[in-house]
């Protein structure tokens, strides 16, 4: 198992490699000169190529690429904005826990309520709870983030007046983020979960454990749910990467400095050195989201726990 | 027992009470400040150096942390004013020489001295934002307070040295050295010193009481004055967001309001907590035609066929369709340049398709280029409308700007282009739109005309920089369709009732510097 868990580290070096070299030739082929863009048509010549110079610029697109992995993957420094002069890496560090509040802090509600209300309607198929929840679900699934956040803003900041609209000065101002980030996600979690338990709830096992005359809430937590639970990680673990990933919405929406917010501004300043970072941070980010799943999978099933014992075996 | 308990409640409340009550009319502080005020800024500073001092946010609390050798005008005069140096002496066409004032300090006590001068103007040169340093040649010490500017050629105008003297912010070297950088960790010499700064979120100024420029108050210009305590920025990116902070009052000010909401605080309780005012921008859109692909009649017929209300109205809610070469924010704007009863007020289809009869249009399909924002597409597939409703075809090409700017140099290759243009006044900008010296003898619109030339340099110059002589350029532009002004980009500015006189610098709402309630 933790030669499997060595190699999938292995592996992420490589998937963050080429996510680095993917975005970094990206930006690299996007058009325009990018110190005109930062200095405005009124920088002269000489101006401009001395930005040029200042950025790395004016080197060919190896020399480039080749310093970006060396600092990046090397001295772990993505070097400092070129629209602002602070440092990337500080200013991402900064920003990195307030994304993971919101991300983890959703991730955590999303899969309590939302596999709650799917199993729930499994369980009441066809009866007015699993329809209720359905259409619950479905509301969710097609509300977009900003919109459900701005509803959101409106009830419990201006109406009730209970939470802040904005900012990250107390813990209550996240828990907005949280809701609206995690709502999306609950509904697909609900109808994940709900569909993974129909697959099992006329599964032989079950009914032999009904016909043994087991409780149905013991059948249900200890035969129906590990057997559905595959399919459930899977949609969690890619709906964390993507929760985390869709969080310039939110956190633009509530202004929260985030990662999102920072590779909002990085993109739409043409400033490449946030862009860079916060995309080998979201790789990275996903890539261990997938690895704990994996991981997971190996805990609730057996023959996939033996077959990394056995990859073991015949190397060892 | 309960009835004791009880009273003990009631007193506790009626004290809590009293000190609320206290502390909300206790506004105005013993020292005569105002205790806080909040801003809404729509960008993130993430940081505090002292350069890009024209960068939305920060022209508006930069220059309460750094300072500059002169002001310009906080009036939109647009005339030097003494700051950090005392003044300066004309040696020859290339050399001034200036002294500085001998008690400047920033808030680490260290003295601004000539090396400090030369040590900040170099940094900035050296880091690639010195922008309109292109007469600046170098800084030559003389003594501790007294300096040499070199110009690499005479100044033609005092405006010409404007970055330099008044943009290029000074601060010690000693303490950039000890900081190692100022981007969270400022060390200036301005009226404000940083409480608290948290990049993306928010930027808290606080008063500083050892303020140098206390003793030059009534000389300095009013942007130095520190009329509030506090003043917390805080970064609240989406528009809506900001209206609802204003609403629940943890917003004071916030200059990015949509026009269309702008009602919810005229026509409701909220009219008497707050002032509206509609706040236009320094940036417009024109529309250069090419002059050496379409004639005078073809451009007047392009020209009567656009109804730039329509554009604006298709671009969204903050574009507001333009009436002359510039808006009420330039410093030499007046109302007598109003194009009225010309092409850039009247839309016409009448008269385009007279004109387009009278022209050489063969049927050929124009090139419209423009800059690829989404805006600017929204209003390239209106105009693309407008103009086929008179026949003539058009082809829209999306580019980045400096695409845009390399294209438009060409020769061929284009015959309308759609950009954004802005400078510090109205001949300012008309630079780039009626110059004959912007494509080598032409302009950018490829019009090679002396008369142009003469007029555009006439109403230019600081003796004949009036709006009768500017009138006259823009007749003559009109009259030969030189040019179309499309639109401009206009918000809500709006601000508590808090702020009984929002000052204004050169067009910037400074709230450190405005007067408030029972002030």
Same mark, same amino acid.
């Given at each position: 198992m933790s030669r499997y868990v060595i190699k999938r580290l292995l592996l992420t070096v490589v998937i963050l490699w080429c996510a680095g070299f993917v975005v970094f030739t990206l930006t690299y082929l996007v058009p325009g000169d990018v110190a005109k863009i930062l200095l405005g048509p009124e920088a002269t010549e000489d101006v401009l190529v001395i930005k040029r110079a200042a950025l790395g610029l004016d080197q060919p697109y190896l020399v480039q690429l080749g310093r970006f992995m060396y600092n990046t993957f090397i001295r772990f420094d993505f070097g400092d904005s070129w629209v602002f002069s602070s440092s990337v890496m500080a200013e991402l560090l900064e920003r990195i826990p307030r994304t993971l509040i919101i991300g983890l802090s959703g991730m955590i509600i999303n899969v309590s309520i939302g596999t709650i209300l799917g199993i729930i309607a499994a369980t009441h198929e066809g009866k007015w709870q699993d329809s209720f929840v359905?259409?619950?679900?479905?509301?969710?699934?097609?509300?977009?983030?900003?919109?459900?956040?701005?509803?959101?803003?409106?009830?419990?900041?201006?109406?009730?007046?209970?939470?802040?609209?904005?900012?990250?000065?107390?813990?209550?101002?996240?828990?907005?983020?949280?809701?609206?980030?995690?709502?999306?996600?609950?509904?697909?979690?609900?109808?994940?979960?709900?569909?993974?338990?129909?697959?099992?709830?006329?599964?032989?096992?079950?009914?032999t454990a009904r016909a043994k005359g087991q409780k149905e809430s013991v059948i249900t937590r200890k035969h129906m749910l590990p057997n559905a639970m595959m399919p459930i990680i899977t949609g969690v673990g890619g709906g964390l990467a993507v929760m985390i990933a869709g969080s310039p919405v939110i956190e633009s929406v509530f202004s929260i400095p985030g990662v999102g917010a920072y590779l909002l501004s990085g993109v739409n300043q043409h400033d490449y050195p946030v862009v860079w970072a916060c995309v080998i941070f979201l790789a990275l980010f996903t890539s261990f989201a997938i690895l704990i799943m994996d991981l997971c999978y190996a805990f609730l099933d057996p023959r996939i726990k033996a077959q990394y014992s056995r990859g073991k075996k015949v190397k060892g | @027992? *309960?009835?004791? @308990?009880?009273?003990?409640?009631?007193?506790?409340?009626?004290?809590?009470?009293?000190l609320v009550g206290m502390t909300a009319s206790a506004e105005v502080l013993e020292?005569?400040?105002?205790?806080?005020?909040?801003?809404?800024?729509?960008?993130?500073?993430?940081?505090?150096?002292?350069?890009?001092?024209?960068?939305?946010?920060?022209f508006?609390?930069?220059?309460?942390?750094?300072?500059?050798?002169?002001? @310009?005008?906080?009036?939109?005069?647009?005339?030097?004013?003494?700051?950090?140096?005392?003044?300066?002496?004309?040696?020859?066409?290339?050399?001034?020489?200036?002294?500085?004032?001998?008690?400047?300090y920033d808030w680490n006590g260290n003295q601004i001295t000539s090396s400090d001068v030369k040590f900040s103007l170099e940094w900035l040169v050296e880091s690639g934002n010195a922008i309109r340093f292109d007469y600046f040649d170098s800084v030559e010490v003389i003594d501790d307070l007294t300096f040499n500017m070199h110009w690499k050629e005479?100044?033609?105008?005092?405006?010409?040295?404007?970055?330099?003297?008044?943009?290029?912010?000074?601060?010690?070297?000693?303490?950039?050295?000890?900081?190692?950088?100022?981007? /969270?960790?400022?060390?200036?010499?301005?009226?404000? *010193?940083?409480?608290?700064?948290?990049?993306?979120?928010?930027?808290?100024?606080?008063?500083?009481?050892?303020?140098?420029?206390?003793?030059?108050?009534?000389?300095?210009?009013?942007?130095?004055?520190?009329?509030?305590?506090?003043?917390? %920025?805080?970064?609240?990116?989406?528009?809506?967001?900001?209206?609802?902070?204003?609403?629940?009052?943890?917003?004071?000010l916030c200059s990015y309001v949509p026009i269309a909401?702008?009602?919810? %605080?005229?026509?409701?309780?909220?009219?008497?907590?707050?002032?509206?005012?509609?706040?236009?921008?320094?940036?417009?859109?024109?529309?250069?035609?090419?002059?050496?692909?379409?004639?005078?009649?073809?451009?007047?017929?392009?020209?009567?066929?656009?109804?730039?209300?329509?554009?604006?109205?298709?671009?969204?809610?903050?574009?507001?369709?333009?009436? /002359? %070469?510039?808006?009420?924010?330039?410093?030499?704007?007046?109302?007598?340049?109003?194009?009225?009863?010309?092409?850039?007020?009247?839309?016409?289809?009448? *008269?385009?398709?007279?004109?387009?009869?009278?022209?050489?249009?063969?049927?050929?399909?124009?090139?419209?280029?423009?800059?690829?924002?989404?805006?600017?597409?929204?209003?390239?597939?209106?105009?693309?409308a407008f103009l086929l409703q008179i026949g003539v075809q058009t082809e829209i090409q999306?580019?980045?700007?400096?695409?845009?700017?390399?294209?438009?140099?060409?020769?061929?290759?284009?015959?309308?282009? @759609?950009?954004?243009?802005?400078?510090?006044?109205?001949v300012g900008a008309w630079h780039l739109l009626f110059d004959n010296e912007v494509n080598g003898d032409a302009t950018t619109c490829w019009v090679r005309d002396e008369e142009l030339q003469n007029l555009y340099e006439t109403a230019c110059a600081d003796a004949t920089h009036d709006a009768e002589h500017m009138r006259a350029c823009l007749d003559y532009v009109i009259e030969h369709a030189y040019c179309y002004s499309l639109v401009g980009t206009s918000s809500a500015l709006i601000y508590s009732n808090k702020i009984t006189d929002l000052y204004k610098r050169e067009g910037y709402y400074t709230v450190s510097s405005s007067t408030y309630e029972g002030q």
């Open positions: 359905m259409v619950i679900a479905m509301v969710f699934v097609s509300a977009p983030d900003f919109f459900v956040a701005l509803l959101l803003i409106l009830l419990f900041s201006l109406k009730l007046g209970w939470l802040p609209a904005y900012g990250i000065d107390s813990w209550t101002g996240y828990i907005l983020p949280i809701i609206s980030s995690s709502l999306g996600a609950i509904a697909v979690n609900a109808r994940q979960s709900r569909s993974s338990m129909l697959e099992v709830i006329r599964a032989d096992f079950v009914t | @027992m *309960k009835n004791k @308990m009880f009273k003990k409640a009631a007193a506790l409340a009626l004290s809590a009470s009293m020292n005569g400040r105002f205790d806080k005020i909040n801003v809404a800024l729509a960008i993130d500073p993430q940081d505090l150096e002292p350069d890009s001092v024209n960068n939305d946010p920060r508006y609390f930069i220059y309460s942390l750094y300072e500059t050798l002169f002001d @310009m005008a906080d009036d939109g005069s647009r005339e030097l004013r003494p700051c950090m140096a005392a003044g300066y002496e004309e040696v020859d066409d290339t050399t001034w020489k200036i002294t500085l004032k001998d008690n400047v005479p100044l033609p105008a005092v405006s010409e040295a404007e970055f330099p003297l008044t943009r290029a912010l000074v601060f010690s070297q000693a303490s950039y050295e000890a900081n190692g950088s100022f981007a /969270t960790n400022p060390v200036g010499t301005g009226a404000y *010193k940083v409480k608290e700064f948290t990049s993306g979120s928010k930027l808290v100024l606080e008063a500083n009481d050892d303020y140098w420029g206390l003793a030059y108050i009534d000389e300095l210009e009013p942007r130095h004055r520190a009329n509030v305590q506090e003043i917390e %920025f805080q970064v609240i990116t989406e528009a809506s967001t900001a209206v609802v902070g204003l609403e629940t009052g943890t917003v004071d909401m702008m009602e919810e %605080f005229e026509n409701s309780s909220l009219a008497d907590q707050y002032t509206t005012e509609v706040t236009v921008s320094g940036d417009y859109y024109y529309i250069a035609p090419n002059c050496l692909n379409l004639d005078e009649n073809l451009r007047k017929a392009i020209f009567y066929a656009i109804d730039n209300a329509s554009v604006a109205t298709a671009m969204g809610g903050t574009y507001v369709p333009m009436d /002359t %070469f510039g808006t009420s924010y330039f410093s030499d704007y007046d109302e007598s340049l109003i194009l009225n009863d010309t092409f850039i007020t009247d839309y016409d289809m009448d *008269k385009a398709k007279e004109y387009l009869a009278a022209s050489d249009y063969d049927g050929r399909t124009l090139v419209l280029l423009t800059n690829n924002s989404e805006a600017a597409r929204a209003a390239a597939q209106m105009i693309q999306s580019v980045t700007t400096d695409n845009f700017e390399t294209q438009i140099a060409q020769e061929s290759g284009w015959d309308l282009g @759609m950009n954004t243009i802005g400078g510090p006044d109205m």
